[in-house]
């Protein structure tokens, strides 16, 4: 698990550094969500909070994922 876990880390700044991303075909789900961050920025992810509390109030859609929120 740890050798998997280094593996996909160095993946995603490597992506990253190239101007890709670190998310894939199926999104973020949690193993990414460290890294949503230095993607885009806490502005983004602030925005993205705000979307899902207006969309999705009662937190019942995904919770926990892509942007969790308090």
């Not at 880390?9 to 490597?14: K, T």
């Not at 990253?16 to 670190?22: D, L, R």
């Amino acid at each position: 698990m740890a050798r998997g876990e280094e593996f996909m880390h160095r993946l995603v700044e490597r992506a990253q550094a190239m101007g890709g991303t670190c998310t894939g075909e199926h999104g973020i789900g949690q193993g990414k969500q460290k890294y949503m961050n230095s993607e885009l920025g806490p502005e983004a992810l602030d925005a993205m909070r705000a979307l899902k509390a207006a969309l999705d109030p009662q937190n019942i859609f995904n919770p926990g994922k892509i942007v969790p929120v308090a």
